[in-house]
């Protein structure tokens, strides 16, 4: 088996569609894992589509791990369960994916009603990670980067400091290699900050998350429709705070970077100031935050 894309659902309204067009765009040997987090959700059964429940109560990051553990994959590919995607994305992110790789699909917004592109809204190929160093008033944790879009239009495959999340391609010995992802008391297992903690794991561990703009996939912009996975604002901003700690103060053990080498790769970023080591910073963080 080449590969296996999970999904995570979780009343999901567009999960069928988004297995069915999987089945229809991908060109190689692969299988479709659903994990189901909480409760049973229909779908039409098929070869190569395996429907599971999750283990234990809802939560992401013990549902990719599992998922992950069900795979039978070489590569493993993470999606949203509302997205579309390019014909044949499979086999364009296997041809440029090194074991040590995160490799992200170029993204455009989704008309699920339609089911196509919404070329109205901006094509995403770049992200980075805002200072951590700042009063947490948003759910937010990325940023697009437009700036380094326009200056590497050129390039189709190029590295990229972070990612939304909703889409990653990987290999199953990356993810064992780098621990999958944490799940215990301090962390919790919340929807939050999931991908800047993939990233900067690939990162520190001397790997690389890049952009492959040779394929994409359509993910759909909310707005003011509900999320499968919920947002709860005080579990979050608990989790934000333990990995704002954890990441700045590289307490990783299998880091082979520290976090200062990561910024210097991508510096200028944008909201990063010039003395972002500066312990003004840290220090106006956690008085805005009531973490003193």
């Known amino acids: 088996m080449d590969l296996s894309v999970i999904i995570l659902s979780r009343n999901e309204e567009f999960l069928p569609q988004t297995v069915d067009d999987i089945f229809n765009k991908a060109t190689g040997n692969f299988e479709v ?39 039978k994959g070489k590569y493993i590919m993470k999606t949203d369960a509302h997205c579309m995607f390019a014909e044949g994305f499979d086999e364009v992110l296997k041809a440029d994916c090194e074991d040590n790789w995160v490799v992200i699909p170029r993204r455009y917004s989704l008309i699920p009603e339609t089911w196509e592109r919404n070329f109205s809204r901006p094509i995403i190929d770049y992200e980075y990670m805002p200072f951590p160093f700042r009063k947490l008033t948003s759910v937010r944790s990325g940023g697009k980067w437009y700036e380094r879009a326009e200056e590497r239009k050129e390039l189709m495959l190029d590295e990229e400091m972070a990612f939304q999340g909703s889409c990653w391609f990987t290999t199953k010995k990356h993810i064992r290699n780098i621990g999958g992802y944490a799940v215990d008391t301090a962390t ?17 561990s001397g790997g690389k998350c890049m952009v492959n703009k040779n394929t994409w996939y359509a993910h759909l912009h909310k707005g003011s429709r509900g999320r499968g996975y919920f947002l709860n604002a005080k579990h979050m901003k608990r989790q934000r705070a333990f990995h704002i700690d954890f990441w700045m103060h590289d307490k990783w053990p299998k880091a082979i970077h520290k976090m200062e080498w990561l910024v210097d790769r991508f510096s200028p970023i944008p909201t990063w100031p010039e003395d972002w080591q500066d312990p003004k910073h840290e220090k106006y963080y956690l008085e805005s935050n009531g973490l003193l």
């Open 188 to 204: 919790g297992d919340q929807f939050v900050l999931e991908s800047e903690e993939l990233a900067n794991k690939t990162w520190l």
């Open 33 to 71: 894992v659903v994990i189901l987090d909480e409760k049973y959700q229909e779908l039409k059964p098929r070869p190569g589509l395996r429907v599971i429940m999750k283990d234990g109560p809802p939560g992401l990051r013990s549902a990719i791990n599992q998922a992950v553990d069900a795979a």
